[in-house]
């Protein structure tokens, strides 16, 4: 089982350094999961390599990490650059955080209308929590900025895939 295990990774190894952004993204994951600190250097080294790629996984995993300050300096417009990228490419969690930006001007100004977008695209998707706040948005139109206080303490989602 352990030579199967290795040879596995020495393929996965091998896609990577050819170029394959499928392969970076998931040693990035591998080295994300270790416990050893330098590992999140290598994880920030294959998810940047899969992610100028525009392999969409990898492209949120940057947003994340520069929007956490994982690896790198917190930097929220960097974090909302990645997003977005991802967000273009259809990936629901990177809507979802695009709308929490937005919604809450952070790396750019509050733009209601923008939030409303990507949080309807992320809905769209299956991103529960995206649904919920469209709701509350939806009343805070009616009723005025009541409800607004309720979305304004959301946080953008992270690497956890249970997050929906």
Known sequence: MSSEKNLKDADLLENANKGNPKA???????A?????????????????????????????????????GLGVTENKSTALLW?????????????????VFFLNGIGTA?????????????????????AKILAILSRANDSGLEYIDQVKSIEALGLSENEK
């Open 32 to 68: 994300l999961a270790s416990s050893k600190k330098k590992d999140i250097n290598r994880a920030l080294n294959w998810f940047n390599l899969a992610a100028i790629k525009a392999f969409p996984p990898a492209q949120y995993s940057m947003g994340v990490l520069y929007d956490k």
């Open 110 to 130: 509050v733009n209601l209308e923008e939030a409303n977008s990507w949080f309807s695209k992320a809905a769209q998707q299956g991103i529960k929590k995206a």
């Open 24 to 30: 970076q993204y998931r040693l990035g994951l591998m």
């Open 83 to 99: 997003y977005y990228a991802a967000a273009q490419n259809n990936h629901a969690k990177a809507q979802y955080n695009l709308g």
